[in-house]
């Protein structure tokens, strides 16, 4: 399977986190920063170079949390998405 595009949103209220280029099938388990197409002030954090740079991804509205940053297998910069706390849709 290619890749497809992801809207993020929050769980709780419904509000817009994140635009993603998810490749293969599954669940979503992280968000690796190098895939995130939008909000641009995410999209950025790619560049931040390690994991004490990166907040945790919190709802705009209402401060839900809905991943922590992660260094996975010990370099590549993502979020670990908290289970429940948000939904998913292709566009």
């Not at 817009?16 to 002030?41: A, M, T």
């Not at 950025?44 to 922590?68: F, M, Q, W, Y």
Request: glycine share 10%; with cysteine.
């Amino acid at each position: 399977m290619g890749s497809r595009q992801l809207d993020i949103d929050c769980g709780k209220c419904g509000t817009f986190i994140v635009r993603y280029r998810k490749e293969g099938s599954g669940q979503l388990i992280r968000l690796y920063l190098d895939k995130i197409l939008q909000p641009k002030s995410l999209a950025a954090l790619k560049s931040s170079g390690r994991k004490s740079n990166i907040p945790v991804l919190i709802c705009t509205e209402c401060d839900n949390h809905i991943g922590h940053p992660i260094e996975h297998e010990g370099k590549r910069l993502a979020y670990r998405m908290i289970k429940g706390s948000f939904k998913k849709s292709s566009n």
